[in-house]
């Protein structure tokens, strides 16, 4: 272990510095990135194996999700043991080996932890259920008592995030029904209690573990939901896990309680006894942004996702909004901002902002054959755009794997063929995010698209994907992937990542804003708008041909 302390955070309240503060992360979602084995499920071989995809592409570091012993019944967001690799995805010795090589290559590797629930198949839940009522055993989990003379009613109406009530009953180990215990998401995933500490001190115990293999950080999942209101009280509102609203409303008993910043305190000052400057991201369905912002102060995380800006509508007006918000916010202390636009949780950019509702800000949890289908080049038009202006923005992005292929969601998959437990728990309403997560195209002539070498897939690949496979893309000029790659390295040369933004303008149809020496426009307007003045850099398409910026379209100029 190293024990060198670095401090990347000006506790007097500066702005931080380090690699992460301008860092580029691209998230990799291992059942679907790529499959050594032929199994139809992504592993940690095939990551490593195409580790030079990302070295080429040119991103910083790559945020790993779950790939630790589990049931899969939440794709792994269910951890049965939290220092260990599933057979699913290889070995210790595969993580060791990809965080080596990562390394070689120059980028960081932050993996996910999980903390707010265990897996039911975790061995602290099994010996909870053989227990028994009262025990020191379920005083790790959030047992009661259930309401009504004969305890058949949970215990608060509270409902679960994927549909359904947020507790489940337990058969008592004499047979017969015994208390609820509390899940804020899936039946199999209980909720730990972070009161106690014993959870306190396995949490730090797992954080050294990895910080001893050598990763360079954690994604800390639904990093806002630890700690419950001590009494558990009713919320008669319906579970929403983030509503775009721009001014703090009334916490729900769940969520952003005061009492999650202290274990954060403690886990940050873990990672600092480390060297190597070692982060934190929160993924934390907070608003307003100076409430997100309270998870980034210089004692606590170093990054939170800024799911504001990833829900925010295709408009001037809405972008301008969210950019200025959240610069403010973090900026009030002393953090960087953090811009992101696809996730495993959410449908792809490409499609979401093809849909009539981009306008507006809406936002399907899946898409169905039977819903209104994305217009796709409208949205790969405006994904492209939109990636542009992101890029450009002082801070941190976080890129979703695939989406440097321009990917869009797979909306018309069977429903025989999904597998997020949203889809069942909201008795098929809700479909959910299988279709941001299916297997990524590498080669357009290959078995699953040279996902793996068998055309095995745990999610059907749509058939028109071989032209996003990455080698139809290579060396194309004018496709997405080259688009990222141009924008990666401007990015770099050019510090846009540590820059300052300064707005040029904020209309209705076109934002311009200059970061250092870089002069970006976007135009959302139906009608094209002239060329900032200086040396074309980059342009999400071509230019209109009288010269023009055209509508959803992009572009970075020298001044
Ligand atoms: C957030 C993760 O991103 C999501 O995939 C998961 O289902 C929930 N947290 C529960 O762990």
């Not at 195409?50 to 790993?64: C, F, N, T």
């Not at 004692?299 to 610069?327: C, G, K």
């Not at 749509?462 to 401007?490: C, H, I, K, M, N």
């Not at 990015?491 to 990542?497: P, V």
Request: a negative charge; glycine letters at 10%.
């Amino acid at each position: 272990m190293n024990t060198t302390p670095t401090t990347t955070q000006d506790t007097t309240g500066g702005p931080a510095t380090g690699w992460w503060t301008e860092a580029v992360i691209y998230q990799i979602y291992p059942r679907s990135f790529a499959d050594s084995d032929g199994d139809g499920f992504g592993d940690l071989p095939g990551i490593t194996a195409r580790l030079g995809h990302l070295a080429e592409l040119g991103v910083d570091a790559v945020w790993l999700s779950p790939f630790y012993p589990s049931p899969q019944a939440d794709a792994g967001y269910d951890v049965a043991d939290y220092r260990d690799v599933d057979p699913l995805f290889g070995t210790l010795e595969d993580a060791d080996k990809l965080i080596a090589e990562a390394r070689a290559k120059g980028l960081k590797v932050i993996v996910d932890l999980v903390p707010n629930h265990t897996s039911s198949a975790h061995r602290w839940f099994t010996a909870a259920l053989a227990a028994g009522p009262g025990s020191p055993e379920r005083a790790r989990y959030v047992f009661r008592d259930g309401l009504g003379p004969d305890g058949a009613q949970p215990p608060n109406d509270w409902q679960s995030v994927f549909g359904g009530p947020a507790w489940t009953r337990v058969t008592d180990p004499d047979g017969r029904p015994g208390q609820w215990y509390l899940h804020l998401f899936d039946t199999a995933q209980p909720d730990l209690n972070w009161d106690h500490p014993e959870v306190r001190a396995e949490f730090l115990d797992v954080l050294r573990f990895w910080l001893d293999r050598g990763v360079d950080g954690f994604r800390v999942d639904v990093a806002h939901g630890l700690i419950k209101q001590a009494d558990l009280a009713d919320w008669q509102e319906p579970q929403e896990i983030l509503s775009g609203a721009e001014v703090e409303k009334p916490r729900p008993p769940m969520w952003d309680q005061d009492g999650v910043h202290e274990i954060y305190r403690e886990w940050r000052r873990l990672l600092d006894s480390y060297g190597g400057e070692r982060i934190l991201v929160a993924e934390a369905w907070v608003e307003p942004a100076e409430r997100l912002a309270r998870y980034v102060r210089p004692d606590e995380m170093h990054q939170a996702f800024n799911f504001e800006y990833l829900l925010a509508a295709w408009s001037a007006p809405a972008q301008y909004a969210v950019i200025t918000r959240s610069l403010e916010a973090t900026d009030a202390v002393g953090a960087p901002t953090t811009w992101v636009l696809s996730n495993h949780d959410v449908v792809r950019h490409a499609s979401r902002l093809g849909l009539a509702t981009t306008l507006t800000g809406g936002r399907p949890n899946g898409i169905g054959a039977g819903d209104p289908q994305p217009d796709a080049p409208t949205g790969l038009r405006r994904a492209r755009a939109a990636t542009l202006l992101m890029l450009a923005l002082p801070g941190s992005a976080y890129l979703y794997q695939g989406e440097e292929l321009g990917l869009p969601e797979h909306t018309t998959m069977p429903d025989e063929a999904r597998q997020d437990p949203t889809w069942v728990r909201s008795g098929h309403t809700v479909r959910g995010r299988d279709g941001c997560r299916v297997p990524i195209p590498w080669e357009a002539d290959a078995p699953s698209y040279g996902f793996g070498p068998t055309d095995a897939s745990w999610l059907p690949q749509p058939p028109s994907w071989a032209e996003y496979a990455l080698d139809r893309q290579r060396g194309v000029p004018g496709s997405t992937y080259e688009l990222y790659r141009t924008a990666l390295r401007l990015r770099r040369e050019h510090g846009l990542g540590r820059g300052t933004l300064r707005w040029l303008s904020s209309g209705d149809e076109v934002l311009t804003f200059a970061n250092d020496g870089i002069t970006v426009l976007t135009n959302f307007g139906p009608a094209p708008v002239p060329v900032p003045e200086g040396e074309l850099l980059a342009s999400s398409a071509p230019l209109d041909p009288a010269g023009g910026v055209p509508t959803d379209v992009t572009v970075w100029v020298r001044a």
